[in-house]
């Protein structure tokens, strides 16, 4: 073995810095690209990209599993010359037989999924998965997103929907948007990974890097996921502008669905992006799915397998959860503990029991805008819909157009509904669901906003 302290000082003197080093060293110990993300607490492709500067240094060209076998020849032909000691013939074999297809470290990855969730339970949704299937399969679509509130499955959706096609892309790249990574910094991850650590010296203007993107994405059938998308959307904002740093993931969703390429951006959100809401044509090749409640049937899986009771008040229970699978399993949960799994118990109280639940209504709510909370507290003192007309005149204080502004930003957050019973436009009305309600009216009905 060539001691480490040696390749330490041969990459030092290549300029290699101690980022660097630290996958250099585990990548000639044989790890895995998945194995060093890990051990480092990086993203994959944080480790192709070093990995790329580290060849770049030592002047290593080629590609693919060609590139490591080249590094590690040079590395111990060093290590001869310098200490004149003989390295292992067992190691040089070894590192030969890595050349062409057989090194598993370096051979070319096509998949790379990220911070994706495991599926391993999976209820109905079998209209959804044949719509979006069809979009992003037979009707090409370039950009496909996943609305819904926060519990509704959108990302188990997204899950299983990629698990199901993916054997008809070449490339499969998943990031999760809960942090609030940079637009810059997802590009050139991509565009690292879909090269195969070719592409090195990436533009500097947006535009541009977003161009050589595409390139790929026509070169090459990429699906590629952002998960989370709401959370790089400006929190108290009812237009849908974007966290600073984060505008140009607004510019990336424009040129992805007017550019022509035969790769498919899929997002989940719980708010609308506007650049899907004017993209978006019903023959067009950008569309949204809003992701509903669970059907009754695949609702009452969850609380077969909470060995739940009374039988005949569990659609009650799933109506009043509008299908939310999350809200499904708090509330059964709490059913089975102190209501020995009795439904009728539970829901002749004529409660409801949030639990963790709360957490995701709690981040939505306080992503409102005051006046957007202000209709939500309007709206939740309401026994039925509302029609614009009244609602003008419980807020007198704000104009019409606001007053639109705000309706429009709450129905594209999927946090109020329309009733339009009489077919009359002019009498379209606007409610809360169950859930909704009661969740307003218990936690933010008692104190000013």
Not at 1 to 23: C, Q, R, T, Y
Not at 44 to 68: A, M, Q, W
Request: with cysteine.
């Amino acid at each position: 073995m060539i001691p480490e302290d040696f390749l330490k000082n041969i990459a030092a003197s290549h300029g290699v810095s101690e980022l660097e080093w630290d996958v250099l060293r585990l990548s000639i110990d044989g790890k895995s690209i998945k194995a060093i993300a890990e051990g480092l607490a990086i993203n994959e492709g944080t480790v192709r990209k070093r990995l790329s500067d580290i060849y770049k240094k030592f002047h290593i060209d080629g590609k693919g599993p060609v590139k490591l076998a080249k590094l590690q020849h040079l590395l111990v032909n060093q290590y001869q010359e310098l200490s004149g000691e003989e390295v292992s013939s067992n190691l040089i074999a070894n590192i030969d037989s890595f050349v062409g297809d057989k090194l598993p470290l370096d051979a070319p990855q096509t998949q790379d999924w990220g911070e994706a969730p495991e599926v391993s339970v999976f209820y109905g949704r079998k209209a959804e998965l044949e719509t979006t299937r069809q979009w992003i399969l037979e009707n090409r679509c370039r950009l496909v997103a996943l609305l819904g509130m926060g519990g509704i499955g959108k990302t188990n959706l997204a899950v299983k929907l990629a698990k199901q096609i993916q054997d008809k892309f070449e490339f499969i790249i998943w990031r999760s948007l809960d942090n609030q990574p940079l637009p810059q910094d997802f590009i050139t991850d991509a565009i690292v990974f879909l090269s195969n650590q070719e592409e090195t010296e990436l533009p500097a203007d947006i535009n541009e890097k977003i161009s050589l993107l595409i390139k790929y994405l026509r070169q090459r059938r990429c699906l590629l996921v952002l998960d989370a998308f709401e959370n790089v959307l400006r929190s108290g904002d009812r237009f849908g502008r974007y966290e600073k740093e984060c505008e140009d993931y607004g510019i990336l969703l424009k040129r992805l669905g007017e550019t022509e390429h035969q790769s498919c951006l899929l997002l989940c959100s719980q708010e609308k992006p506007r650049e899907i809401t004017f993209l978006e044509n019903p023959k067009g090749l950008v569309k949204s799915l809003q992701v509903e409640g669970l059907k009754v049937e695949d609702a009452e899986q969850i609380l077969q397998e909470q060995g739940l009771t009374a039988k005949e008040h569990w659609k009650s229970l799933i109506d009043y959860a509008q299908g939310n699978p999350f809200a499904l399993k708090i509330v059964g949960a709490t059913i089975k503990d102190l209501f020995n799994g009795n439904v009728a118990e539970f829901t002749k109280h004529n409660t409801w029991v949030f639990g963790d639940f709360r957490t995701i209504l709690d981040e939505q709510w306080n992503r409102l805008s005051k006046l957007e909370k202000q209709m939500m507290q309007c709206l939740a003192t309401e026994a039925k819909a509302v029609p614009l007309s009244k609602l003008k005149k419980e807020i007198p204080q704000i104009s019409t157009s606001e007053l639109i502004e705000t309706l429009a930003s709450l129905k594209r957050r999927a946090l109020i509904d329309t009733s339009n019973q009489n077919k009359d436009e002019s009498q379209t009305s606007y409610y809360l669901e169950y859930l909704i309600k009661k969740y307003v009216k218990k936690y933010h009905l008692s104190h000013d906003e």
